[in-house]
């Protein structure tokens, strides 16, 4: 069974990849500051593994550089994964109620990522307009979300699914007095990730 990061080590696989890629693409933290609106500074101390980066910094790193939200959280990828999703660090926004567990991220190999989310009541969580091509797969197991997407929300009872493009402004709500859990699988329209 594969063992998954802690906190920790997730903040530095985080340092460790996003300063590779940033080399890679041959950008200064300048560059990087500019294409995602996260600060030069605050880009400092997440390659230097000195904090780790809230959900919402994440996906503004990642659209701007126009990655899967959680190739930043890879390692080199095996033959077979087994996954114990009680083993894997959720990422938050702060202490919101929303909790996001990267199962399976994506990466150099893989277009897409299936995450496990977790929403206390009274819990919204907004997201960006992703790249375009981008598709959102949300399967609920309990409770019910609200999802908006553009102009239209929608309500998803248990056991249903919603799928929508997410390359437009989207956020989830739960607005009932019980947890919701969700499955997301997030298809990116990116031709290729790095």
Same mark, same amino acid.
């Given at each position: 069974?594969?063992?998954?990061?802690?906190?920790?080590?997730?903040? *530095?696989? =985080?340092?460790?990849?996003?300063? *590779?890629?940033?080399?890679?693409?041959?950008?200064?933290?300048?560059?990087?500051?500019?294409?995602?609106?996260?600060?030069?500074?605050?880009?400092? *101390?997440?390659?230097?593994?000195?904090?780790?980066?809230?959900?919402?910094?994440?996906?503004?790193?990642?659209?701007?550089?126009?990655?899967?939200?959680?190739?930043?959280?890879?390692?080199?990828?095996?033959?077979?994964? =087994?996954?114990?999703?009680?083993?894997?660090?959720?990422? #938050?926004?702060?202490?919101?109620?929303?909790?996001?567990?990267?199962?399976?991220?994506?990466?150099?190999?893989? *277009?897409?990522? =299936?995450?496990?989310?977790?929403?206390?009541?009274?819990?919204?969580? @907004?997201?960006?307009?992703?790249?375009?091509?981008?598709?959102?797969?949300?399967?609920?197991?309990?409770?019910?979300?609200?999802?908006?997407?553009?102009?239209?929300?929608?309500?998803?009872?248990?056991?249903? @699914?919603?799928?929508?493009?997410?390359?437009?402004?989207?956020?989830?709500?739960?607005?009932?007095?019980?947890?919701?859990?969700?499955?997301?699988?997030?298809?990116?329209?990116? #031709?290729?990730?790095?």
């Amino acid at each position: 069974m594969m063992s998954r990061p802690s906190a920790e080590d997730l903040n *530095q696989m =985080i340092a460790v990849n996003l300063k *590779q890629l940033r080399r890679a693409k041959g950008f200064t933290l300048d560059d990087v500051a500019e294409a995602t609106g996260v600060s030069k500074s605050m880009l400092g *101390q997440i390659e230097r593994g000195e904090c780790g980066p809230s959900v919402a910094t994440l996906w503004k790193i990642c659209t701007g550089l126009r990655i899967p939200f959680t190739s930043l959280m890879t390692e080199e990828s095996r033959t077979v994964d =087994i996954v114990d999703n009680k083993e894997t660090e959720p990422l #938050t926004n702060e202490k919101d109620g929303f909790r996001l567990y990267p199962i399976f991220p994506a990466g150099l190999e893989r *277009q897409f990522e =299936i995450l496990y989310i977790e929403m206390d009541a009274d819990t919204i969580s @907004s997201s960006s307009p992703h790249e375009k091509g981008t598709e959102e797969f949300v399967m609920v197991y309990e409770g019910v979300l609200e999802v908006c997407v553009g102009d239209k929300t929608y309500s998803v009872p248990e056991g249903h @699914s919603i799928h929508y493009k997410a390359d437009q402004p989207h956020s989830y709500a739960n607005n009932g007095d019980n947890m919701v859990r969700t499955c997301m699988v997030i298809k990116y329209g990116y #031709t290729n990730s790095f």
